[in-house]
């Protein structure tokens, strides 16, 4: 079955403390695996897109990177204004979107 | 700027009331989606629409109802058929045609649907 799982679900940190978020998928002929910010209130805000196993692209304290069975969202030291919902997304074969039940960030000052 | 836009922001629905929320995108895709959102859960897909004139049923479809008149609307109506419609609905859209910078999703800000 085609699923996408993020760990923890929660995580809180103090700025400063850096750490990593888990996405783990098992979909047939990945089609991209994507990183979104979602606030509370309001539309995922998208991130990243990775392709193929070893890639990474970073965007300010964000790092993404991906294997073949997994992507980590890598948070260098976090600031309060980091505190989100982060998703993590893919495709199936059939090209319907899989999302991630999301793992709710808190940076505390 | 290129986005998309729900509307309204916030909605109020009798019991045995119909409503239509709004979603309209300026970014010339092809494809559109309307998820719901439950507090502390994922989003679950409820129509989604590849081209004009055309849609298609989405996991939890029952109680609603979609058209696609035009490529940069994609209305949703929420009938009195739907049990527990008070969630937050979010639209988004995509443009296949682009090859992998395609396959992005962008989303609209979502609006809030709550029975009273």
């Known amino acids: 079955e085609d699923q996408v799982t993020q760990s923890p679900e929660a995580l809180r940190l103090q700025e400063g403390e850096s750490s990593s978020l888990n996405c783990s998928y098992t979909?047939?002929?990945?089609?991209?695996l994507f990183w979104y910010r979602q606030d509370p209130g309001k539309g995922p805000e998208f991130l990243f897109t990775l392709y193929s196993a070893g890639e990474e692209k970073e965007k300010e304290r964000l790092k993404a990177t991906l294997t073949k069975k997994e992507s980590f969202l890598h948070i260098t030291a976090p600031k309060p204004e980091d505190s989100a919902t982060y998703l993590c997304v893919t495709y199936n074969q059939g090209g319907k979107l899989i999302f991630g039940q999301g793992t709710e960030l808190s940076v505390k000052p | 700027d290129g986005g998309i836009t729900q509307s309204p922001k916030y909605l109020f629905r009798k019991e045995g009331q119909n409503v239509t929320l709004s979603c309209e995108q300026n970014?010339?895709?092809?494809?559109m989606y309307w998820y719901r959102q439950d507090p502390g859960q994922g989003l679950r897909l409820i129509y989604y629409s590849q081209i004009v004139n055309d849609f298609q049923k989405g996991d939890i479809a029952e109680g609603y109802s979609v058209s696609r008149e035009k490529k940069e609307s994609f209305p949703l109506t929420v009938t009195s058929a739907q049990k527990n419609p008070t969630a937050f609905y979010l639209c988004?859209?995509?443009?296949?045609?682009?090859?992998?910078?395609?396959?992005?999703?962008?989303f609209g800000e979502g609006s809030w649907l709550t029975v009273v």
């Open positions: 979909v047939s002929g990945l089609r991209g």
């Open positions: 970014l010339n895709h092809d494809a």
């Open positions: 988004a859209s995509r443009n296949p045609g682009q090859g992998s910078s395609g396959n992005t999703i962008y």
